[in-house]
């Protein structure tokens, strides 16, 4: 449906160990990077793409927006959830169930060191 997703950042020194940590335990592999940006993913598959606005003002995290990455199960979804908060990120949303969205939503919400909130989702119930 997409092909890539851009996040504007600032700090990419605090960025990058972030993405490294998340991307890793999502199984996406590193696509190409330069001196203050990165992406992860597949050349012909989607992708995310970190570093500076490409106007040259600061980054600034959108209310309401949300990038949702899928997860292979559900201990992937825990795993996302404990990197990002080890490695600078803060928690928007625990692990777990989400049955208002469908009864095997599991999922989890975190922002990144500058504000961008991420999610991971395992829509299987065998999780």
Aim: aromatic share 10%; with cysteine; hydrophobic share 40%.
């Amino acid at each position: 449906m997409f092909s890539h997703i851009t996040l504007g950042i600032d700090d990419f020194a605090k960025a990058e160990p972030f993405y490294d940590a998340i991307m890793a335990v999502l199984g996406h592999p590193v696509l190409m990077q330069h001196p203050q940006g990165k992406a992860w993913g597949e050349l012909t598959g989607p992708k995310l793409f970190i570093g500076p606005a490409f106007d040259g003002a600061p980054a600034r995290a959108g209310n309401g927006n949300h990038a949702a990455f899928i997860a292979a199960s559900r201990a992937q979804v825990d795993a996302f959830h404990a990197a990002a908060l080890a490695n600078g990120g803060s928690g928007e949303g625990a692990p777990g169930l989400r049955p208002h969205y469908h009864p095997n939503y599991y999922g989890a919400y975190v922002r990144d060191p500058e504000g961008n909130k991420l999610q991971a989702v395992c829509h299987s119930a065998a999780g």
